[in-house]
């Protein structure tokens, strides 16, 4: 007997843990950047919040009896994106703890992947921001003289081409630029994400600063490369869960993204905003999601 | 045990129905006094002796009180109480009485002891009141107190003001504050339905009788029907 399946019958072949393995890929140059420029303690960083993240996601679906969905790769994903989000400086168990706020409280709690509300990683480094405050001390590349992080009150905005390369204080995997575009580029050609969301994050922000900073280019280019907002437009706006499926959703999503950065930035208390405002869309996504919805074949009068 | 056994009264305000965790009554003191292990057993235990006195005298007067004006009715009775419990605390505990400041005035329109007034005293006899009273308010102290003990210990590396050497260093401030008493809040309450699974009450089990949304609850329910 044959058996009756519902449609669509046409797979394109992608699975969860396909696209989970190309974003791990697609996030390596920016890790191995991160620990070229921050040294061993980088390392150590990222491999607490990977392992931590993935034994926590498995020892809560053993404990909750769910099938395993370690095999999906997603929370490996988490652990990534949160330690290339953090300084390498961060002491390790604050790392332990940020991994289990992202994966049981913000993911396994709310019922695994493709039910959280908010994206794990950005929700975990919010968490750890407000409850350390150890994240506002970035860390410093290995043979570079201390200083603040370009966002930090008072501090001078490194030169475009160490924006581009990555040799200053911040995050582990925020400061590399070329890496993080190298990898949204491979993202964008294997058809994981599309153009939308980080092209409207990154332009917003670049026509906020260019208005704010004098209409100077450079300075506003600056504003883009720095902070986060790459690593944040490219692998974290564009997460599916969080994030709005249509295109004109992207759009909209990736220009509050970009607006609310700048805003907390030129105006708010903390320097940097690009989590917060990632945090802030998350949970518009749904009313987003509502006025633009695709209009179903077939309904509606002739125009 | 019977379903309304005496026991049964007073044990299940204390986990099948606790009034924080299960019918989330309360959230205001709850959300604002846990910040230290003293302020939550201060105010569980001032609550409680409200609770404790409301539930009685309403009892008493229950068949007094006219229907439609038997909510102003509660209020001024339990507010008396709570003039009675708040000199007493500023006359022998004025160290309490300067932490819980305000929200030792709220107990008025704290919504178990409200609650408790409209859902049990009103139509129940005087013990079954009382047992019900201590059950709910010792619920709620130690909803209370557990919720204290996990911000103050790990928030603030302190048990009811004792130092905590070792946690020193590894104290998370953030659950101290406002959002991190929600966040604890929110996992204790997942908790305590993982413990109670299938015992808690279902929405049924309440009589829209009681309820003083009753008349404008959009629930599909057969008891509002027949009632109608």
Sequence with gaps: MSKLSMSPHIHSGMSTGGIMLDVIIALLPAAVAGVVIFGLSALWVILTCVISCVALEALFTLIAKKPQSVKDLSAAVTGLLLALNLPANIPLWQCVVGSLFAIIVVKCLFGGLGQNVVNPAIAARVFMLVAFGSLAKAAFPVDAVAGATPLAPGATMPDLLTLFTGYYGGAIGETCSVALLVGGIYLVVRRVITWHNPVAFMGTVFVFSFLMEGYDPIKALSMVLCGGVVIGAIFMATDYTTSPPTPWGKVIFGIGCGLFTCLIRYFGSYPEGVSFAILFMNILTPYINRWTRHKVFGTGGAK | ?228
């Design chain 2, 1 to 228: 045990m019977r379903k309304d056994s005496n026991l049964d009264v007073l044990t299940k305000g204390i986990l099948k129905e606790n009034p924080v965790l299960v019918l989330i009554l309360g959230t205001c003191p709850t959300l604002a006094t846990t910040g230290t292990v003293d302020g939550a057993v201060g105010m569980g235990l001032a609550a409680l002796a409200v609770l404790l006195c409301s539930n009685v005298f309403i009892s008493l007067l229950r068949n007094i009180i006219p229907e439609t004006m038997r909510i102003p009715c509660y209020i001024v009775i339990i507010a008396g109480f709570v003039t009675i419990v708040k000199l007493f605390v500023q006359a022998y505990l004025p160290d309490l009485y300067a932490t819980l400041g305000v929200y030792l005035d709220l107990i008025t329109v704290n919504c178990i002891i409200l609650g408790r007034a409209e859902m049990f005293a009103s139509k129940n006899p005087v013990v079954k009141s009382a047992l019900d009273g201590i059950g709910m308010g010792i619920g709620f102290t130690i909803a209370l107190t557990a919720m204290a003990i996990v911000r103050e210990v790990l928030g603030n590396a302190t048990f009811a003001g004792n130092s905590i050497a070792f946690l020193e260093p590894y104290k998370i401030s953030f659950l101290t504050k406002a959002p991190g008493g929600l966040l604890v809040y929110g996992l204790l309450i997942a908790l305590v339905y993982v413990i109670t699974k299938g015992k808690a009450p279902l929405k049924k089990s309440f009589s829209c009788a009681g309820c003083p949304n009753a008349a404008t609850c959009h629930t599909a329910c057969t008891e509002k029907g027949d009632e109608q």
